[in-house]
């Protein structure tokens, strides 16, 4: 069976990813995850469905709602509207992580727990576009892994 979502908060790579969360400000965290929602995510996304734009309209949303331009409710809207990307696509596991890994993103400014997404979504995303939805879980696993340390890494980047 494939997966949807990385369930293994005990996870070495995963762990090391929450401690350092655990220790940022909600904002910092949506800039994280806003910032590789964009630079990452949304190509796998688009490369599946180059004319959908809700995925980009929910980051562009939530970036406007970090520079004070806009109101949670509007953003909350295109949060939504990127989720139902995800339920539309879900014979695509790719294109499907990769919305709800978006989603997920944006929502950080909302909650800042929302960041794990990125990593239980965005990850697993990652290595099925990187090595095929049909690969082997130790192979796929192998790829998750390399991505959360990227990830890991970016966080520590902007970290306070």
């Known amino acids: 069976m494939k997966r949807k979502i990385l369930t293994d908060y005990n996870a070495p790579y ?3 990813i ?3 969360v655990q220790t940022q400000s909600k904002l910092t965290l949506a800039h ?3 910032d ?3 630079a990452v995510m949304l190509k796998i996304w688009q490369k599946y469905y180059p004319d959908d734009r809700r995925p980009y309209e929910s980051i562009v949303a939530a970036k406007r709602w970090l520079a004070g331009v806009v109101k949670l409710p509007y953003v909350k809207t295109r949060i939504l ?3 139902a ?3 539309e696509t879900k014979d695509n596991l790719i294109a499907f992580t990769a919305a709800r890994a978006i989603g997920q993103c944006a929502s950080t400014i909302h909650s800042a727990r929302h960041c794990m997404g ?3 979504y965005g990850a697993l ?3 099925y576009e990187k090595l095929g939805t049909d690969a082997p879980w130790e192979h796929i696993e192998e790829a998750v892994k390399e991505e959360c340390l990227k990830m890991k890494e970016a966080l520590i980047n902007i970290a306070v």
Do not use: D, F, G, T
Request: charged share 20%; net charge negative.
């Open 14 to 16: 995963i762990k090391e």
């Open 18 to 20: 929450l401690y350092l």
């Open 32 to 34: 994280w995850a806003i």
């Open 36 to 38: 590789y929602a964009e």
């Open 81 to 83: 509207e990127c989720h």
């Open 85 to 87: 990307c995800a339920r």
């Open 118 to 120: 990125l990593v239980m």
């Open 125 to 127: 995303s990652i290595a």
